[in-house]
């Protein structure tokens, strides 16, 4: 089966490519390498630099390539930066899916397996969190992506495409090689973030809030590892080869721990006292998240493997304690 990777060269998507060609799938990747990285290509992955936006460039790939799925990562995904500048979100996120989805039914390709995020649900109603659950995104960011599968889901009915959406929620930890792992040029997310200070690239981490009414007052979060979300996506593709029905799915653990717990957890494994400084709430950050994914348990048969925080921690940090400054030399 070939499998077209869009935004291969990222973090998720990177990890998804190792995933697939480990299984021995055969693998283009698209990526504009605007955020992704040239050294996250597989090299056994055959690799297209471009942009979504660009339909002649996306209709020369699909007449060249015999496409089986796509599985689609390209997109901006940074809550902060989606406030101050949503047109960016909706051109790359919104606009992008629109040219993809043109080029795709053109080429009679019928199969896509999609990331969504938590953010699709805003402040949640309850915990855990079902995807039944009402979504009224609180950011840019989570309004694109759910925009993105609402074009998905009437795009398919008027021609015939199927698609899963998966909701993801903390996505962290590297690939067990220690090769390839999260490197954002702007780091905005908590385990990287603390994993600095025993990199002596900070002093402390700042605490967002301890003021929020959980058992230790920091925000909780459901920590999902990367490879457990590549699994997912293959197994979504393997369901909508076999035939079934749009869908859409939580990956989460299930399991939430406090921001302080996290930094524990990051103290244990890398023997560091991890300076800390309380600062104001994030805006818009919910106190707690956590997923029930149940459904995808039960219908995809999906399971994660990788529950315990320490080791998901450990993953992240042979990753960084080699690469320091990401992929850059
Ligand atoms: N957070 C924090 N300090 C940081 C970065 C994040 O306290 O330097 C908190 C943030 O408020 C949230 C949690 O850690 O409650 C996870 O944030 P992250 O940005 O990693 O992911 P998000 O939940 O926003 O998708």
Known sequence: MTILVLGGAGYIGSHTVFELIDRGEDVVIIDNLETGHI?????????????????????????????????HFAANSLVGESMTNPLKYYDNNLCGTKVLLESMVAHGMDKIVFSSTAATYGEP????????????????YGETKLSMEKMFKWTGLAHGLRY??????????????????????????????VLQVPNKQRESVGIYGDDYDTKDGTC???????TDLAAAHILAVKYLVEGNE??????????????????????????DPIKTVVTPRRAGDPAQLIASSEKARTILGWKPEHTDIEE??????????????GFAK
Not at 40 to 52: E, L, N
Not at 220 to 226: K, L
């Open 39 to 71: 050294e996250a290509v597989h090299p056994k992955a055959r690799f297209y630099q471009g942009d979504i936006r660009d339909r002649a460039f996306l209709d020369s790939v699909f007449d060249k390539e015999k496409i089986d799925a796509v599985i």
């Open 125 to 140: 109603e309850r915990i855990p969190i079902l995807e039944s659950d009402k979504t009224e995104p609180t950011n840019t």
């Open 164 to 193: 899963v959406s998966l909701r993801y929620f903390n996505a962290c930890g590297a690939h067990k090689s220690g090769e390839i792992g999260e490197a954002h040029t702007t780091e905005t997310h908590l385990i990287p973030l």
């Open 220 to 226: 909780i979060r459901d920590y999902i590892h990367v």
């Open 246 to 271: 749009s869908n859409i799915f939580n990956l989460g653990n299930g399991i939430g721990f406090t921001v302080k717990e996290i930094i524990e957890a990051a103290r244990k494994v890398t023997g």
């Open 312 to 325: 998901i921690i450990a993953s992240a940090w042979k990753w960084h304690e080699k690469h320091p400054n």
